[in-house]
């Protein structure tokens, strides 16, 4: 059975301990029995309602801790596929959604920065036949050619830079 004791002692081995405590199985459904019968008390008794308050703020704090672990157990499993230890049945639900999430996003931005860097990487090489005064490319990155230097150009710079007869390709 819960006391406020319990509910403390909890609380106190959440904010102490790093990693996500084990809860018994029957936690949240007893934590809302408790709380029921002590908001029940609280209607008639100052010490009472002073005392039902007290949880409220303890278990809310229990709450938020267990809140901020599930969400960097959620980063872990989404950065590296570390799986959460000590949830409640309760909670799994929540690291389940936070962790899929975190992973179709990063999946996604990854996926695309890989993506340009590949089409990087498909940039054909140039020699620069003339030394060209610095310019912005159509890419809005600022280039600076010197004569003889070989680059690696995007299709749009090496377009241009073809039409006035400043580079060459290397084959």
């Known amino acids: 059975m819960l006391t406020f004791e319990s509910i403390r002692d909890m609380e106190r081995a959440e904010r102490e301990n790093k990693k996500l405590?084990?809860?018994?199985?029957?936690?949240?459904?007893d934590l809302q029995d408790y709380i029921r019968k002590k908001?029940?008390?609280?209607?008639?008794?100052?010490?009472d309602l002073i005392e039902y308050q007290n949880i409220l703020a303890v278990v809310?704090?229990?709450f938020e801790l267990r809140e901020r672990k599930i969400l960097e157990h959620a980063l872990d499993a989404a950065r590296?596929?570390?799986?959460?230890?000590n949830l409640h049945d309760n909670e799994k639900k929540l690291?389940?959604?936070?962790?899929?999430?975190?992973?179709?996003?990063?999946?996604?931005?990854f996926s695309s920065i890989r993506q340009q860097k590949q089409e990087r990487s498909e940039d054909r090489l140039f020699?620069?036949?003339?030394?060209?005064p610095e310019f912005i490319g159509p890419d809005m990155k600022i280039y600076n050619l010197k004569q003889n230097d070989v680059v690696a150009l995007p299709e749009e710079t090496a377009k241009l830079l073809l039409e006035k007869g400043a580079v060459e390709e290397v084959k």
């Open 80 to 85: 590296i596929g570390i799986p959460a230890e």
């Open 39 to 47: 908001r029940a008390d609280a209607a008639g008794n100052a010490d």
């Open 60 to 62: 809310e704090r229990l």
């Open 95 to 109: 690291f389940e959604q936070l962790s899929d999430s975190l992973s179709t996003f990063r999946n996604a931005f």
């Open 21 to 29: 405590q084990k809860m018994p199985a029957q936690f949240f459904d």
């Open 127 to 132: 020699r620069i036949k003339e030394d060209v």
